[in-house]
């Protein structure tokens, strides 16, 4: 999911630019004698896939272990522009170019936002059983082995510089549902098996806090279906989500209805149920195709290395608060840390170590922590009732708001603002702020 919430995020954003690879093994590194590295990627998501395919290409013998092949996972589906073009997409992957995005507060306020797009930019809504089928073939395509297979648990080296143990159920059919049960062993493992993720336990990277998103993939009639051919709706309010937001994102034949809540995960179905009333009279007459729900991460894990063993994307608790973006930084997470792997290991010639995978987080958090820790601000600020939901609404409105935010949102990158339009963006800001908390206080009043 990606909304529009990153406006004050466009501040601290880094560049995202794509870089070739330096051959930079440490010279106390084991050089591996007739073979190449051996790496079992987890998960075939976006983080996976795009691991994989990078580990493949630079070297590396790959192994990519995915359970299901067809997972639909209950995504809003938004992608930025900017990785369209880095990770050479192609236009057909793209169900819909959203243009236009709808926000719309507690009292059914509407703001309509898009007005300072370019022809020639969009937001991307895909498909998360196509995007990840197509990530995995070029993994494959590449030279990575992929596999259908749910892994089981790996066993930490006995010796220095000695291999792990991967137990997995293979399933090719032959076995039925019960699988093959197999043992590989690999030199390193990076972990993209999402929010529950087995990797993740067995390394022992902690817990982290988690939200609930629940989606219905919702067939409407044509005449309907052409409203959302280029727009998508937010809605928020206490009704929709005390802490996120419900949406309906257009798909290729279809719409998406869904939201999301850490609080109160409970109720979850009840404010699905409000969001489906408050578009009621867009998409009467549709027909529930599909119904689907998983756990989104609100913050990284405690720990996201240890030794030979590291995680990305959802696994690692990529998701950005407030707007609940994590397809982009999932593949960008997983080929970052691919390409530390091959650069560590010098295109799949030596051993790599713990030091090899940290620079990978190095990296990552200097580009995209702040932009992860102001948008968990933002949250606080304004989800925090729905006076001050009215309040970013309002600012919603605001036309170099809308210009900032899309351009961090579509490019990842820091675009230079005007001095004068910053200073009366923060009295805005603040305006608005003090309107929602008088409205707050009148709104006790009212209640008692």
């Not at 988690?210 to 280029?230: D, G, L, N, T, W």
Request: glycine share 8%; with cysteine.
């Amino acid at each position: 999911m990606a909304s529009l919430t990153s406006t004050t995020a466009a501040a601290v954003a880094r560049p995202a630019r794509r870089r070739s690879l330096a051959v930079r093994a440490s010279a106390t590194s084991v050089k591996l004698a007739g073979r190449p590295l051996r790496v079992a990627v987890v998960g075939g998501g976006p983080a996976g896939g795009a691991a994989a395919e990078t580990l493949a290409k630079g070297g590396v013998e790959t192994i990519l272990i995915e359970r299901k092949m067809d997972n639909c996972k209950p995504c809003g589906g938004a992608i930025p522009l900017c990785m369209v073009e880095e990770f050479s997409l192609p236009l057909d992957l793209i169900d819909r170019r959203v243009t236009k995005m709808k926000m719309i507060s507690p009292s059914n306020v509407a703001v309509d936002i898009g007005r300072t797009l370019g022809p020639d930019e969009y937001i991307g809504m895909v498909r998360r059983e196509v995007l990840d089928a197509y990530l995995r073939s070029r993994a494959e395509a590449a030279g990575a082995e992929v596999v259908n297979g749910l892994f089981l648990k790996f066993d930490a080296p006995q010796e220095p510089n000695g291999p792990y143990r991967i137990h997995y159920n293979h399933y090719d059919g032959a076995k039925g549902e019960r699988g093959e049960r197999r043992t590989i062993e690999v030199d390193a493992v990076v972990g993209a098996d999402g929010a529950n993720s087995r990797v993740a336990k067995e390394m022992g990277a902690g817990d982290y806090e988690y939200a609930i998103a629940f989606q219905e993939r919702v067939r409407i009639p044509e005449e309907k279906m052409e409203y959302y051919r280029e727009r998508a709706e937010m809605y928020v309010g206490d009704d929709v989500s005390p802490d996120f937001y419900g949406w309906v994102f257009p798909k290729c034949d279809h719409v998406a209805v869904g939201t999301g809540t850490v609080t109160h995960k409970a109720d979850i179905k009840k404010f699905q149920a409000a969001t489906r009333l408050r578009a009621r009279d867009k998409i009467e007459g549709g027909k529930i195709i599909r119904v689907e729900a998983h756990p989104i991460p609100e913050h990284p894990r405690p720990k996201r290395v240890s030794d030979r063993v590291t995680l990305v994307g959802d696994a690692a608790g990529y998701v950005t608060k407030c707007s609940g973006e994590g397809i982009y930084f999932a593949a960008k997470s997983g080929r970052m840390c691919a390409e530390a792997i091959v650069e560590g290991s010098a295109n799949g010639t030596r051993l790599i170590d713990e030091s090899d995978l940290r620079k990978y987080l190095e990296k990552f958090d200097k580009m995209y922590w702040p932009t992860y820790k102001v948008l968990d601000v933002l949250q606080k600020v304004f989800y925090r009732s729905n006076a001050a939901r009215e309040a970013f609404v309002e600012m919603c409105a605001d036309e170099y708001v809308q210009k900032m935010t899309f351009d961090s949102y579509l490019y990842k990158r820091v675009v230079p603002g005007n001095p004068l339009d910053d200073i009366r963006l923060a009295v805005n800001t603040i305006g608005s702020l003090v309107r929602a908390s008088a409205l707050t206080r009148e709104m006790k009043k009212i209640t008692l």
